[in-house]
C-alpha cells in the first residue's frame, strides 16, 4: 500500500511558476513510476506527465511539454512538478499517481494508487 500526499498548489497569476511535490509512504518508492493528472472543474481527469522508477525517462502532455518539469527524489520519496508560464487553463486539481507498471503509463487505468489532490488556480 502506498499513501501519497500532495503539496505546493495555491493561486499565482499567469506567467507566473508553482512546485508540486509529492510525497510518498510505505517502501519500494523506486519501483513505481509516478506521475500526475489534473482534473478542470467539468472536465475529465487529464495526464500531465510521467517520469518512470529511475528517473530515466519522462513524458508530457503536448499542452504542458516546455513550460512544465517532473522529476523525482527516491532517498525522499518525493516527486515534484515545476510549473512555469502558468496560464489560466492550467487551473485545476492536480493528482499524484504511482503505477506499478514498467515503462512510461500515460492513461489513468495504469495508475494504481492517487492522492487527494491540490488545486491550482492561476488568475489572468
Known amino acids: 500500500q502506498v499513501q501519497l500526499v500532495e503539496s505546493g498548489g495555491g493561486l499565482v497569476q499567469a506567467g507566473g511558476s508553482l512546485r508540486l511535490s509529492c510525497t510518498a509512504s510505505?517502501?519500494?518508492?523506486?519501483?513505481?513510476?509516478m506521475g500526475w493528472f489534473r482534473q478542470a472543474a467539468g472536465k475529465e481527469r487529464e495526464f500531465v506527465a510521467v517520469?518512470?522508477?529511475?528517473?530515466?525517462?519522462?513524458n508530457y502532455a503536448g499542452s504542458v511539454k516546455g513550460r512544465f518539469t517532473i522529476s523525482r527524489d527516491n532517498a525522499k520519496n518525493t516527486v515534484y512538478l515545476q510549473m512555469n508560464s502558468l496560464k489560466p487553463e492550467d487551473t485545476a486539481v492536480y493528482y499524484c499517481?504511482?503505477?506499478?507498471?514498467?515503462?512510461?503509463?500515460?492513461?489513468?487505468?495504469?495508475?494504481?494508487?492517487w492522492g487527494q489532490g491540490t488545486q491550482v488556480t492561476v488568475s489572468s
Open positions: 510505505g517502501r519500494a518508492f523506486s519501483t513505481y513510476a
Open positions: 517520469i518512470t522508477r529511475s528517473g530515466g525517462s519522462t
Open positions: 499517481t504511482a503505477s506499478q507498471t514498467s515503462g512510461v503509463p500515460l492513461t489513468t487505468g495504469r495508475y494504481d494508487y
